[in-house]
């Protein structure tokens, strides 16, 4: 079930949105699973994201190919490539990436 009445909400091919998420003001790449109970807003998810059950995540870029495991709050971030965030998690105001050294 997705609610997103009267929002601007484009979400590509193949996602799968679970029971009871909230999306407002998003734009969803192709290939996205998005958990139970889980809220975005004002949100850019790119292709391949999985976001776990009972997350938040709001006023943040998630770049291709990221994991968010179950319980995350991500606020005013931006989450690189292939990062994983893990369980329980509280993120905002800050950029994350995978290291190249």
């Keep these: 079930m997705l609610l997103?009445?009267?929002?601007?909400v484009v979400i590509g091919i193949?996602?799968?949105i679970n029971e009871k998420v909230t999306i407002k003001q998003c734009c969803i790449g192709n290939y996205v699973k998005i958990g139970m109970n889980s809220k975005l807003n004002n949100c850019v998810i790119m292709d391949h994201v999985v976001i776990g059950d009972n997350c938040t995540i709001?006023?943040?870029i998630i770049?291709?190919?990221v994991m968010?495991?179950?319980?995350?709050?991500?606020n005013d971030c931006?989450?690189?490539?292939?990062f994983k965030v893990v369980a329980n998690s509280k993120l905002?105001?800050?950029n994350y990436s995978l290291s190249n050294n």
């Excluded at 997103?4 to 601007?8: I, V």
């Excluded at 931006?78 to 292939?82: A, E, R, T, V």
């Design 58 to 60: 709001q006023n943040s």
């Design 68 to 74: 968010i495991e179950n319980n995350c709050k991500i």
């Design 92 to 94: 905002k105001s800050e």
């Design 4 to 8: 997103a009445k009267n929002e601007t």
């Design 78 to 82: 931006n989450i690189g490539s292939c």
């Design 14 to 16: 193949n996602s799968e």
């Design 63 to 65: 770049c291709e190919k």
